[in-house]
């Protein structure tokens, strides 16, 4: 018996997607020192967010193509980009979708380890942050979970699209 | 510890990293370092380092970098007779027991894993410095 398939459903949403919405969490926690918290999911094709800014990157998951995208309303993108680096900008510029990017990878790589060592196969392609993020998500299928940090209930999604 | 003096070189394909390592750096007294956007360019820098007589000390690295990968570029280093003992620390979102394996093989000096608190680059930082300090009185 191998590794599961990432187009099993159960596995998908199971093993892979738990892995990168904890990942999100967890990212998001350390920098802010409180645990976001998750609201319901949402499953549909040419999915529509509100968000102003977010990093991308493409992978294989045991050979299926996944695109998964960090999502921020922008004042919490400002607010993130503040803890990491202890600047604030206030405008959505090259050094905060760098930061998108960044947090994209990072929310990746956390993931994909207990994956990897319980045998699946990943290879990424490279994080890239974008303003563009609706037309990123047309013709596919993907799955949102909403994040907010109280009290301010400032937002980010998790989304991953097949 | 790290002399104060110590110059170090940060390579990250990602401006938000490099800044986050050397703001870590400078908040633990390390004012004097330089940095890279690529495994390639680092060792460029290396190069230039050490023919200017101005070498880095502790070589900061990220693992996944298009043109040379940080562990291609720790490879390399240690197949250089100039840059054999450097100290060489890598700082990576992935911590997988392969990857570990082949970086520990290929001879880095201790790694780091995204996302980190300042204590835990500095404590691991430490170790660096006694792992080199301690070969070198040996
Ligand atoms: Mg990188």
């Known amino acids: 018996m191998g590794a599961p398939k990432i187009s099993d459903r159960s596995f998908f949403e199971e093993e892979v997607g738990l892995s990168l919405f904890e990942a999100a969490a967890k990212t998001v926690e350390s920098y802010f020192g409180m645990r976001p918290a998750k609201s319901n999911p949402i499953l549909a094709m040419d999915l529509v967010v509100p968000f102003e800014a977010g990093g991308l990157i493409l992978f294989q998951a045991d050979g299926t193509a996944v695109q998964m995208i960090l999502g921020f309303e922008k004042n919490f993108l400002f607010e993130l980009y503040f803890k990491m680096l202890g600047d604030r900008v206030t405008e959505i510029n090259g050094d905060l979708l760098d930061c998108a990017a960044e947090l994209t990878n990072i929310v990746y790589g956390y993931a994909k380890a207990p994956l990897v060592n319980k045998g699946h196969s990943f290879a990424p392609g490279r994080p890239e942050g974008t303003q563009d993020l609706n037309s990123r998500l047309k013709n596919k299928k993907s799955l949102e979970i909403p994040f907010q940090i109280q009290p301010d209930k400032k937002t980010f999604s998790l989304i991953l699209s097949v | ?138």
């Open chain 2, 1 to 138: 510890m790290f002399d104060p003096e110590t110059r170090f070189l940060v390579v990250d394909d990602f401006k938000t990293m490099r800044s986050i390592v050397k703001r870590t750096l400078e908040a633990a007294g390390f004012r004097n370092h330089g940095e890279a956007e690529d495994g390639a360019k680092g060792f460029e820098a290396l190069v230039q380092g050490y023919e200017t007589q101005r070498p880095y000390s502790c070589v900061i690295c990220d693992w996944n970098m298009p043109n040379l990968t940080g562990l291609e570029l720790l490879r390399k280093v240690r197949a250089d007779a100039r840059f054999k003992t450097l100290p060489f620390m890598l700082v990576t979102a992935e911590n997988e027991q392969s990857q570990v394996i082949e970086a520990a093989k290929a001879g880095v000096s201790n790694y780091v894993v995204k996302p980190f608190s300042p204590e835990e680059f500095n404590n691991k930082l430490k170790l660096v410095y006694n792992k080199h300090s301690a070969k070198k009185a040996a």
